[in-house]
């Protein structure tokens, strides 16, 4: 009879050691990829706190297209404009991903305006400005 109960609790202490290290694994973060990533910022979503970037292809990760990027820190949505080319540090951990270092390669065109004696001339010379 002692025999029966000492492998019963061998079985079951060595089940429950196997379920505390499967739980230790499952509790453990995906290890994070970097890409590099090339692109022009389209516009900037304070509100969602990301970058909508037409970028190229990112060799072993996507193809080129269009798509926001959370930013991992708000500050980067400050140090660029629509129509800045970039490029950054794409962060992948699990199904995360997020823009985690930026560099402005080339600053956009400032936007030219139509000059001040243009905003009220008569209606005839069809003058239009559109201010975003």
Known sequence: MHRTHFFRNLTLSSLIGML??????CGR???????????????IDKLGHELIIDHDSIPGFMEAMTM?????????MEQVVPGDE????????GERI???????IKKAMPARSCPS????????????????
């Open 20 to 25: 505390a290290l499967a739980g230790l694994d």
């Open 29 to 43: 973060k995906p290890e994070a990829k970097h890409y590099p990533l090339h692109g022009r910022v389209m516009s």
């Open 68 to 76: 926001p990027y959370p930013v991992s820190d708000n500050s980067m």
């Open 86 to 93: 970039i490029r950054a540090d794409l962060k992948v951990e």
């Open 98 to 104: 997020s823009i985690d270092k930026i560099e402005v």
């Open 117 to 132: 004696r243009c905003m009220f001339r008569k209606l005839e010379s069809r003058c239009q400005i559109l201010r975003l």
